[in-house]
């Protein structure tokens, strides 16, 4: 499971693949797709502030850290699309990562 990180400046990047015992407390996005959605290549290549899902994925690492949580997930830019493997594994992981969530938030 990969998770966006927040740091101090309210920026986020994401993190590397992370096993399942050594994943941190975190808050999950639940959302409607829409156009100009933040992708797992835009965080990448560093244009994800360029977008519009921005706002999105912003309100969700400030809200986060509102409640004390560093790191979150949002299918749109956590998961590498282009990778069939793990996007079959995230299709397949996703109701325990949203059972896992110490908090989810809907947008």
């Not at 995230?90 to 938030?105: D, G, I, P, T």
Request: hydrophobic share 35%.
């Amino acid at each position: 499971m990969r998770l966006l990180e927040r740091d101090n400046t309210g920026d986020f990047r994401l993190t590397p693949d992370l096993p399942i015992d050594k994943i941190p407390p975190y808050a999950i996005l639940s959302h409607t797709w829409g156009d100009g959605e933040v992708l797992f290549r835009d965080i990448t290549d560093g244009r994800h502030k360029s977008k519009a899902g921005y706002a999105k994925i912003s309100y969700c690492g400030d809200q986060a850290a509102h409640d004390g949580l560093n790191f979150f997930w949002v299918d749109t830019c956590c998961i590498d699309k282009s990778n069939s493997a793990e996007l079959q594994d995230a299709l397949n992981s996703m109701f325990r990562w949203y059972r896992n969530a110490a908090k989810c938030y809907v947008y």
